[in-house]
């Protein structure tokens, strides 16, 4: 379909779980918009993740409310699972969606309200746009990366399975959930694993017969509004794979994986690890250990019968690459010829051209309304909250994005008297022709 010359009152760009949310939301608020997506509905989750991913939270949590996943409630949905849900639910919802078209460009109006929007099927008008392009837009792999062309490197984003790996050992960048997960993959099947831990968080993946969604739901923590100063860095280890369980990083040493320090840097065939293991691995351990304190402590308050779990507490021993961390590791000796950098991604706005970016390139806004008036941001982590970048809680960053929507359309369609009486006198025939085209 020729998009040249729409125009439309809200424009989403993007068709992952933010966009169908935001077409959600619009559609109630009564809203006229199109959504523009340049692959297929919630790509992301098919092509953009590992082969065996599932995801992190059960299904009874990571879903929007008006749809449950066709699964156990307390099974982990894999990643086609997950596509197939958003695409049921855009049909649900009869959202709007127009597959296969990539916007390029969007410009502030110099003669009129709205947006100019080129797309690859033609330029449209717009007078709102919300970008809703993922959080998770350019894989980065850091300055430091050697350049030895002998050495297979990949970030975690083209990761699919183990045995697209050429043979010989691998060191993995990163230990939030892609990495350690990708780095128990790897070790599963029989490879020799380096993983490179940094600074953590690793809730329990249950606790007293309640996963840690639900630890972090009823304790508020989903909600908690501004990330500690400080915690940038701080990635979250968590599992959903085989059926859910705890990341415990002693255990995976004991079962065969070394662990190293922070990624320094590379100096020929030699890299050069940061002597934060045993750091990291105790701040880690504490947040596991506070996550059940609160945890005991809400059942006692709020008298639930929920079972004791006194071996949730034990720790495993210390493995030798933990009490003597390697400072450095020869690559060729030990037989490493590749490297998985799970070091996390960038944004990548370079086809909205407005003013709602600080010098940086970072979207300034507030809730997701963009400093530039009409432009509106979903699906970013701290978007409002913690959960903002999760599935369920894009869901309630793309209400209160479209009831502002709503109410900046009812101040633009206010009349005043005048207005009003001459509308009521107005023939017909000269009234002026509806200009918004739906889809
Ligand atoms: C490995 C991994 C595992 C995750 N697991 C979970 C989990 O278990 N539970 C959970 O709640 N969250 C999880 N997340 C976080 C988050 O839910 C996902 O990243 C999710 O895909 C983000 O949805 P989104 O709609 O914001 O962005 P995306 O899914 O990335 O969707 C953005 C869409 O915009 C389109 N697009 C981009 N630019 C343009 C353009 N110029 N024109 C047209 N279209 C464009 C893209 O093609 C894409 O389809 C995970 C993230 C990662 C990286």
Known sequence: MSLDNIEIDTLVVGAGQAGVAMSEHLSEQGVPHLVLERNRIAEAWRTGRWDSLVANGPAWHDRFPGLQFDIDPDGFAGKEQVAAYFEAYAKKINAPIHTGVTVKRVTRNADCPGFTVETSEGTLRAQRVVAATGPFQKPVIPAIAPKDERLYQIHSAQYFNPQQLPEGAVLVVGAGSSG???????????????????????PPRAYRNR????????LGLWDTETMQAGREHVTIAVSGARGGHTVDFRRLAQAGMTLVGLTESFNENTVVFKQDLVENLANGDENYLSLLDAADA???????????????RERVADSPCISQPLRELNLAEAGVNSIIWATGYAVDYNWLQVDAFDAKGKPQHQRGVGKEPGIYFVGLPWLSRRGSAFIWGVWHDARHVACHIATQRGYQHYEDAGQRRAASVRPLASAPAAKVATA
């Open 298 to 312: 809400y059942i006692e308050r709020n008298g639930l019968d929920l079972p004791l779990e006194p071996s949730a």
């Open 180 to 202: 350690v997960q990708i780095a128990e993959e790897l070790l599963r099947a029989g490879k020799q694993v380096y993983l490179s831990v940094g600074p953590h968080d690793r």
């Open 211 to 218: 996963d840690f969604c639900w630890w972090l739901g009823v």
